[in-house]
């Protein structure tokens, strides 16, 4: 069967989003297999993986996949690292590949990389920069949006709200939870240290509330 997909978009722009994803994964991935894929077009976080810039990124994946497609199994173990259990792929340094996919090719795409690694769960950081932004994000069984209560920021949703409304994609709002997140007192620059952060309590508080839903369960 499908992967559970969990989406990561909001149109409130860079309030922990990342963060938010990557502690998701990593406490998910302490009983699931799970991965995460970063596709925002600058997602500053080659450093903060404390990667050295050798081997393959998520734009080789793609190069494979669509031109080598029998050299795409072995890339991609090359090309999957590890933090705590939850693994990933090194986000793409061009992003220009990673615009150019379609939707087919998404869908194609990432049902490899499932089976490749027998993932339960995939772990979708987005951004608008992505072609076919909308079909992705109906593909999600879950999307979490983060917000803010400024009046910049409800503007900003409520137009998101109204274009997907048009798009006649009631279907990813009703698939959509926003949430307000606190002020943290401290989180830790290491990605690893994420899942013994307060966020991290955070985020176990909601997917107990979501337990009920059934996408954890387990």
């Known amino acids: 069967?499908?992967?559970?997909?969990?989406?990561?978009?909001?149109?409130?722009?860079?309030?922990?989003?990342?963060?938010?994803?990557?502690?998701?994964?990593?406490?998910?991935?302490?009983?699931?297999?799970?991965?995460?894929?970063?596709l925002e077009a600058f997602s500053g976080l080659g450093g903060r993986f404390g990667e050295e810039t050798e081997g393959d990124d998520l734009a080789d994946l793609i190069y494979y996949y669509r031109n080598l497609p029998e050299e795409f199994e072995g890339r991609f173990q090359q090309a999957r690292r590890r933090i705590n259990e939850l693994d990933y792929i090194p986000p793409a340094l061009s992003f220009t590949d990673v615009q150019q996919m379609s939707e087919e090719e998404w869908d194609g795409f990432l049902e490899r990389l499932r089976q490749s690694g027998r993932y339960e769960y995939l772990i979708l950081d987005f951004s608008e920069a992505l072609q076919g932004l909308p079909h992705l994000l109906s593909k999600c069984t879950r999307i979490y949006a983060i917000q803010r209560k400024d009046p910049v920021s409800q503007a900003k949703k409520k137009h998101y709200e109204r274009v997907m409304?048009?798009?006649?994609?009631?279907?990813?709002?009703?698939?959509?939870?926003?949430?307000?997140?606190?002020?943290?007192?401290?989180?830790?620059?290491?990605?690893?240290?994420?899942?013994?952060?307060?966020?991290?309590?955070?985020?176990?508080?909601?997917?107990?509330?979501?337990?009920?839903?059934?996408?954890?369960a387990g």
């Open 165 to 216: 409304k048009e798009l006649r994609h009631d279907d990813i709002l009703d698939k959509t939870a926003w949430y307000t997140l606190p002020q943290f007192t401290y989180l830790p620059d290491g990605v690893s240290q994420l899942a013994f952060s307060e966020l991290a309590d955070y985020v176990r508080g909601i997917m107990r509330e979501e337990s009920e839903v059934h996408i954890y």
């Open 1 to 38: 069967g499908e992967g559970v997909r969990i989406g990561f978009y909001s149109p409130v722009r860079r309030c922990l989003q990342t963060g938010f994803a990557l502690t998701l994964g990593q406490i998910l991935a302490k009983k699931s297999r799970v991965l995460y894929l970063n």
